[in-house]
């Protein structure tokens, strides 16, 4: 007789649109982590693949946007409650999103639109922007850009946020969550740090003590939390909070390897040092 | 005035080479979840994009050797506490892996054969095994194959584990952790499952037990978890005792999202459903 395993609930699927770094620090794997610290599982298929540390990114690898499409397929019996998109570095790749999105109608699609590293090296092209904008913006229930982003996806359009969030709706984004991170608006204390989700019919602001450093995948997390939360079934306005604060917990808790940026330990519920797991008899 | 981040002591960091599994069941993701479980940080390289699903694996896509070099250039300012190879898909790969593996010396490397998927499929060729032979396995600490794979890598050699154990063992390698789960030896009752260690000075076997169903990525989380142990300085046999009931209670905490393969559930200490973070005051 073979030891039957405990029952366990199903669990909310998130399916992960994103690129590869090496450092953990962000990409798929930042994301799998996000996710699973949310309660759901991540599938992960890989949009690019970058050489990269905690200074900054120096390449970027387009995926083969035929296999990211024979990833997709091959994953068709599992059910998935959201999808995260993250990184998309040509139009190709661009291409295989969004066939691959539009294959899972209804489901909740949440967009970290990564344009620039942390580190500062550029990511995006205008030719990329553009076809964020016109292809994937329509697909999108929640878009998470910073305010640099924002900008940059409304083309430099005049005015406040608010404005910039209201031309991004128009194309078809249900919602935008932006964050003040990098780009502190005037009248924000200098010791907080203010995010503003924006929808047609409702609009919110959180405040959160700001952390010292530079950190590297705070983006990718937040948005990977949200999508994770929103697979659970989670509103909107309680997934964009609690994946704020899972972020702000995962930042106050990261690790700095080196000199430079700042991990994120989104697992810093479970111990820094291993435990000793026990509760099998071993003989 | 910026809030600092807690202290957080330095984590033991593993330097992954392995394949990427869409699922999240095996592969670089799955690892990188095994490592953080076991107290230590994942850097991930990956070696081939796989294609597959909870039945089986239809398309294995090796990496761009170049670019793994490159990947592993930029993470040259980490501290490596040990490495984990897991799918080596090419002869061009296997030889990027053993530079990559050769540029930290004196750095202990655990070896996971990965030669067939678990639905079944071929992953390896004769001259992929030759090579794993001659040029990997003088560098190897610790290898983990099942017996399938053991009998794979002494090219069919007469006689029982341990003469093969001795075999891989006048050719460098160190130690081997032989898995019985899925050829098990004749003597061990049906119920248990029994692993036996193989080192020039010492022996030694435990005996778990057996778990209902077909597990994706079983062997993946035990090598992953016996790095990270032994990154954080565990002796050998303490780190295979503890990576080992990491494995079973990650199996056996399992879920399984259709009609085929259960996947390890690594977070099982994290709750399954989310939590509300708490702690942040958010205005």
Chains 1, 2 share one sequence.
Do not use: Y
């Not at 970058?50 to 900054?56: H, I, W």
């Not at 430099?156 to 502190?184: F, K």
């Not at 994120?264 to 000793?276: D, Q």
């Amino acid at each position: 007789m073979a030891t039957s395993s405990p029952m366990v609930p199903h669990l909310p699927v998130v399916l992960v649109l994103a690129g590869h770094d090496p450092t953990g620090g962000a990409g798929l794997v930042a994301d799998s982590e996000a996710i699973a610290a949310n309660g759901g599982w991540a599938l992960t298929i890989p949009t690019a693949w970058t050489v990269q540390n905690c200074r900054d990114v120096s390449e970027v690898i387009p995926a083969d946007p035929d296999a990211m499409r024979r990833m997709a397929l091959a994953l068709d019996d599992f059910d998935i409650a959201a999808i995260k998109v993250g990184l998309v570095a040509s139009s190709s790749t661009l291409d295989a999103v969004t066939d691959i999105v539009r294959r899972r109608p209804g489901v909740p699609l949440v967009l970290d639109p990564v344009l620039r590293a942390g580190g500062g090296s550029e990511l995006s092209t205008a030719e990329l922007v553009d076809g964020l904008r016109e292809r994937l913006l329509p697909l999108v229930d929640i878009l998470t850009p910073n305010r640099q982003e924002l900008s940059r996806l409304t083309l430099g359009l005049e005015g406040d946020d608010t404005r910039r969030a209201v031309e991004l709706m128009t194309l078809g984004c249900q919602a935008i969550l932006v964050t003040g991170t990098d780009d502190p608006i005037d009248r924000v204390p200098r010791d907080r740090v203010q995010h503003t989700l924006h929808a047609p019919d409702l609009s919110r602001q959180w405040s959160w003590p700001r952390l010292d450093g530079q950190f590297h995948g705070s983006g990718c997390t937040l948005a990977a939390a949200l999508a994770a939360r929103l697979g659970t079934g989670e509103s909107l306005v309680a997934a964009c909070e609690q994946a704020q604060a899972f972020t702000w917990q995962s930042l106050a808790h990261g690790w700095q390897p080196g000199e430079a940026q700042i991990l994120p330990r989104r697992l810093w519920r479970l111990a820094v040092m291993p435990e000793r797991v026990d509760g099998v008899p071993p003989s």
